[in-house]
């Protein structure tokens, strides 16, 4: 299925308005990090997918996305509408295995 993401860190001046800006992935012994660049290469080359698990637990894929404010991030699509989602995920500067509910 690809890489499900399970952290994110997120940067920007106003609360309601704040990027994606690092995502990390679980491989069950340690989270890995990559930069929203990165993983939009990734994307784009088609080399994985990239996923995580939304709320009534089935998988939301995760695409490039250009927000209207000019900056290149990613988001989560659900069919054929965007979601905010990914930005509700815990930090990875405090996620562990045990904070997964």
Not at 47 to 66: E, H
Not at 72 to 94: F, M
Request: glycine share 10%.
């Amino acid at each position: 299925m690809g890489l499900e993401i399970v952290c994110v860190e997120r940067k920007g001046k106003k609360a309601g308005h704040r990027h994606v800006t690092v995502i990390g992935v679980d491989t069950t012994k340690v989270v890995i990090r990559f930069s929203v660049k990165t993983v939009r290469r990734i994307i784009k080359e088609g080399t994985v997918d990239f996923f995580y698990t939304g709320p009534d637990g089935l998988p939301v894929a995760v695409r490039r996305y250009k927000c209207p404010c000019g900056v290149k991030t990613i988001r989560a699509v659900r069919g054929r509408e965007n979601d905010g989602e990914l930005s509700q995920l815990p930090s990875c500067s405090s996620w562990s295995p045990s904070s997964v509910s």
